[in-house]
């Protein structure tokens, strides 16, 4: 089994900095060959994605609306990826989820994600 665990979020002001984490453990002997990614989740909306990450940081994906603001990496020693989110604004106020995909395809789709882990609140306020 695999379990990832979140950690980093909080309330900041609009324009703040938040660095988020998720460790993965357990059965993470490949840990560098899956993806990774970040979506999140607002209140009566649906989970969407942010970005995701390839197993040797070679190459990233990004919505629209995190490109040139969030920053994916990873440090496959640690079992860790991050997202640093800068210039927050209100409307990214949501759940934030990581999520592992052991075929190592990068990919918006949330369907193709084995685990996720139990995600961490970012409140961004005005």
């Known amino acids: 089994q695999v379990q990832l665990a979140e950690s980093g979020g909080g309330l900041v002001q609009a324009g703040g900095s938040l660095r988020l984490s998720c460790a993965a453990s357990?059965?993470?002997?490949?840990?560098?060959?899956?993806?990774m990614g970040w979506f999140r989740q607002a209140p009566g909306k649906d989970r969407e994605f942010v970005t995701a990450?390839?197993?040797?940081?070679?190459?990233?994906y990004y919505s629209d609306s995190a490109k040139g603001r969030f920053t994916v990496t990873r440090d496959n020693a640690k079992n860790t990826a991050y997202l640093q989110m800068n210039s927050l604004k209100p409307e990214d106020t949501a759940v934030y989820y990581c999520?592992?995909?052991?075929?190592?395809?990068?990919?918006?789709?949330?369907?193709?994600?084995?685990?996720w882990g139990q995600g961490t609140q970012v409140t961004v306020s005005s």
């Open positions: 999520a592992a995909a052991p075929h190592g395809v990068l990919t918006r789709n949330k369907g193709s994600y084995d685990y």
């Open positions: 357990g059965r993470t002997f490949f840990f560098s060959m899956w993806a």
């Open positions: 990450i390839s197993g040797s940081s070679s190459d990233t």
